[in-house]
């Protein structure tokens, strides 16, 4: 039989929690600690990067205060997501796979459209992917943290080069901002690590944006009554 995976479920809490994800991981949760040796990490503040990087402490600190444990993976959930147990163990199955680090899909309004929340590098900075870009699991150059999972490993390495804080934000000359979550993926390939999107795997934003015809089957099949 095979040993059960440790697992992190990371959620750095706003102000308010949105009841769709409370939901989610009442649902959830049971599942996971079935399946996996499971512990919740959350900050509470409206300081996302900083919520992030105390979340990291709490895990390395965990592990520090518990002889021969090590975290195997990290699973991240804003609080306004909704989500699926057959979603975070897909995520997971990539994991187990070989990939190091995988993004679900999840969508905002970008102006007048509804665009996915991964980028591709331009310039200094980044630009968001349409939906027609979007093709099965793919890499790309940022993901959002709304809903993804890593190895262990890579937080290791990316906290021990970019320590006290691997969320980070940095200002360009622009007026324009690269975000924690995309500078998380920069220091990560800069680490040699690669940032994959699995766009099949929809979740939902409490914002309620998807777009007109969303194109994962399954997520159609559970948004039926």
Same mark, same amino acid.
């Given at each position: 039989?095979?040993?059960?995976?440790?697992?992190? @479920?990371?959620?750095?809490?706003?102000?308010?929690?949105?009841?769709?994800?409370?939901?989610?991981?009442?649902?959830?949760?049971?599942?996971?600690?079935?399946?996996?040796?499971?512990?919740?990490?959350?900050?509470?503040?409206?300081?996302?990067?900083?919520?992030?990087?105390? @979340?990291?402490?709490?895990?390395?600190?965990?592990?520090?205060?518990?002889?021969?444990?090590?975290?195997?993976?990290?699973?991240?959930?804003?609080?306004?997501?909704?989500?699926?147990?057959?979603?975070?163990?897909?995520?997971?199955?990539?994991?187990?796979?070989?990939?190091?680090?995988?993004?679900?899909?999840?969508?905002?309004?970008?102006?007048?459209?509804?665009?996915?929340?991964?980028?591709?590098?331009?310039?200094?900075?980044?630009?968001?992917?349409?939906?027609?870009?979007?093709?099965?699991?793919?890499?790309?150059?940022?993901?959002?943290?709304?809903?993804?999972?890593?190895?262990?490993?890579?937080?290791?390495?990316?906290?021990?080069?970019?320590?006290?804080?691997?969320?980070?934000?940095?200002?360009?000359?622009?007026?324009?901002?690269?975000?924690?979550?995309?500078?998380?993926?920069?220091?990560?390939?800069?680490?040699?690590?690669? @940032?994959?999107?699995?766009?099949?795997?929809?979740?939902?934003?409490?914002?309620?944006?998807?777009?007109?015809?969303?194109?994962?089957?399954?997520?159609?099949?559970?948004?039926?009554?």
């Amino acid at each position: 039989m095979n040993q059960k995976k440790n697992i992190a @479920i990371c959620v750095p809490s706003g102000r308010f929690v949105d009841f769709s994800f409370f939901k989610s991981y009442a649902n959830t949760i049971g599942q996971l600690m079935l399946a996996y040796n499971t512990v919740t990490l959350t900050v509470a503040s409206p300081l996302i990067a900083e919520n992030r990087n105390e @979340i990291l402490r709490k895990a390395f600190s965990i592990e520090e205060k518990t002889p021969g444990f090590l975290i195997d993976y990290l699973l991240w959930i804003d609080n306004d997501i909704s989500f699926s147990f057959e979603q975070a163990r897909k995520l997971f199955s990539h994991l187990e796979s070989g990939k190091d680090f995988i993004s679900g899909t999840y969508f905002n309004l970008v102006g007048e459209e509804i665009k996915p929340v991964a980028y591709k590098t331009k310039g200094e900075g980044y630009e968001w992917l349409s939906e027609k870009q979007l093709f099965g699991t793919m890499e790309v150059d940022s993901a959002g943290f709304g809903f993804c999972a890593m190895k262990m490993d890579v937080c290791r390495r990316v906290f021990e080069k970019f320590k006290p804080r691997p969320f980070d934000m940095r200002y360009l000359a622009n007026g324009s901002v690269i975000t924690e979550d995309q500078l998380f993926c920069e220091r990560a390939k800069e680490l040699g690590y690669k @940032i994959w999107l699995d766009s099949e795997l929809v979740v939902r934003h409490a914002k309620g944006f998807l777009p007109p015809q969303p194109f994962s089957f399954s997520y159609k099949e559970k948004e039926k009554p």
